[in-house]
């Protein structure tokens, strides 16, 4: 599972039937880099979080929603380093 | 789900039968790498999107089409920015 | 779905069953890693194609065949750029 | 499967109840890159170790649990080097 | 499929009960990142050959053991390039 920080909430108007009405939440990882992922946790802008991906992203969410990437928990204490 | 600039519409004349009439569209990501996905959706050339992979693709193209990576929404308002 | 150029054909006597005897080609990205993929759609040397991974490939190539990655299309036309 | 170093136990309080009570461990690989992982094998810090993904990872924790990487085993003897 | 060269064996004797008695080798590619793999093809150190990932390795090594990678073929004629 992967190490994110979250950023906003994602504004998607025009989906596919299969992503439903899910939350979308944008997280950057260490390097910068920037994905997309279901939110069933309910998380704030900042918090750091860690990520299941496949068809584990997909029972997370609810298994009806087509995602490959769920936020699954919220990290309770988390330095970021150079690493 | 990752973050995708879309491109032209692919040409692909000889391809599997499993992919069937799909449209294809090729995208570009924020360091110049270029996918190709299916397009349920129906973006132009332009549009900033993301996109599902896995089983989940398969399953937002019609579960029959034999792709990795399908277009799942279109992001409403995005700056690409350097990261 | 990932870009790659074809190039020769993999003589692999030693297999596992499971791959039975496809055809495997030998495909070059645009930064030069070299990966191996089953082959239905029979590519000549030289063509830029596109594959489906995951259980897309073994689909796409017959599902008894043990692979991860299958060329699925031929593009018409391809500019390579540095990208 | 991948190699890494154990570091500390995640903490790790408001998680997706498909994640359970499963004990977690943050991994560092030889770049530096650090992901989550389930735990079955009940490793050390420092120990060396390696994983396995998807679906496989679902299979070793449990399958109930909604992981995508599973410590697998511990290796006995490993020389970290440069690669 | 990606393709490395075999290393030694893998020695572990801590492992969880879904790996059974499996040889596992240490593989690496081109760029010197290490992976670990079941082997059901039986190579010998300094081998080139290439793997299947996903539920495809699990399948080629026995669908009950929890791998996600499995060499599948013996390259029989391999020139290691820059690439």
């Given at each position: 599972m992967e190490i994110f920080q979250a950023e906003k909430t994602l504004i998607c108007t025009?989906?596919?039937?299969?992503?439903?009405q899910t939350t979308l939440r944008v997280l950057r990882n260490n390097l910068g880099n920037k994905v997309v992922a279901t939110d069933p946790v309910g998380v704030r802008e900042g918090n750091w979080v860690f990520t299941a991906s496949g068809s584990a992203a997909r029972h997370a969410a609810g298994?009806?929603?087509?995602?490959?990437?769920?936020?699954v928990g919220i990290i309770d204490n988390w330095q970021e380093d150079a690493s």
């Open positions: 025009s989906r596919v039937p299969g992503l439903q298994f009806e929603v087509l995602t490959d990437l769920t936020i």
